[in-house]
């Protein structure tokens, strides 16, 4: 019964999407709905497999964007987090303006981009640089902000230094915060990227999708979603396990 329940916690993320596409498959093809409406998914799988050499082309574009931007969010995330989640003051004066810079739809930006930089692969790194940048400083910023006062207080009369606290404890503190905001970051940017893509760029996931959509190949659309959504989950599968290597003594088991 154990070994069972260990093999059914494995398996059923594969369970539940092979369930979620045979009734996808069964809706369609019961339904009768038109392919240039809902294709079910075996064409969208055998319009893969027609254009697979084009697919891995743009997909690795949109890898590339994607990954690109990510990296700069990482970088100047941590960096901005922990100057503002240092300081109560600077935490409270650029938290509304950092809320307020995430509520501008990330798309409504693509056009100023496409203006500063062209057409190209520029703006969609950029892009999802913007729009996985604010889970990184926010969370980083929260781990920082939220150090026991207590434990502050010891470390003082201690006669810790504020840099010392910020690094032996308030790094360490907001370690959780930032492998749990990588997560939530990458498929952001994956986002981005393809936003970005469907709007000004000639290469990538976003452009292969339109191009598709303008010719009424909506199986080859579906397939371009299912390879954005592929490569999400192999990227969040692959920061979650970096999270559960580096942070596991911060969650209960």
């Known amino acids: 019964m154990i070994l069972s329940r260990k093999n059914l916690e494995r398996y059923s993320p594969l369970i539940v999407t092979i369930i979620m596409f045979a009734a996808w498959e069964a809706v ?8 240039y409406i809902l294709p079910p998914p075996s064409e969208a799988m055998m319009a893969g497999y027609e254009f697979a050499g084009p697919i891995t082309t743009h997909a690795l574009q949109t890898l590339y964007t994607t990954l690109a931007g990510f990296a700069l969010a ?5 960096l901005v987090g922990v100057i503002i989640g240092s300081s109560k003051l600077l935490y409270r004066a650029f938290y509304p303006i950092l809320i307020g810079f995430n509520s501008v739809p990330k798309v409504a930006l693509v056009p100023l981009l496409v203006i500063w930089f062209g057409i190209g692969t520029t703006p969609a790194i950029i892009t999802a640089f913007l729009i996985s940048f604010f889970p990184v400083v926010v969370n980083v910023a929260t781990g920082l902000a ?3 006062p207590e434990l502050e207080d010891v470390l003082r009369v201690l006669g810790a230094s504020k840099a010392t606290i910020l690094l032996k404890v308030g790094i360490p503190n ?3 915060y930032f492998f749990a905001s990588l997560k939530i970051a990458i498929t952001l940017a994956f986002v981005g990227s393809v936003i970005s893509e469907t709007v000004a760029s000639n290469a990538g996931i976003g452009y292969l999708m339109m191009s598709a959509s303008s010719r009424f190949n909506v199986p080859l659309v579906f397939a371009g979603l299912i390879v954005i959504a592929a490569m999400g989950i192999g990227m969040y599968a692959l920061f979650a396990a970096l999270e559960n290597r580096t942070t596991s003594w911060a969650f209960r088991r």
């Open 74 to 78: 990482v970088i100047f995330g941590m």
């Open 28 to 35: 369609a093809r019961l339904a009768r709905i038109p392919s």
């Open 174 to 176: 907001s370690l959780p």
């Open 146 to 148: 939220t150090i026991e």
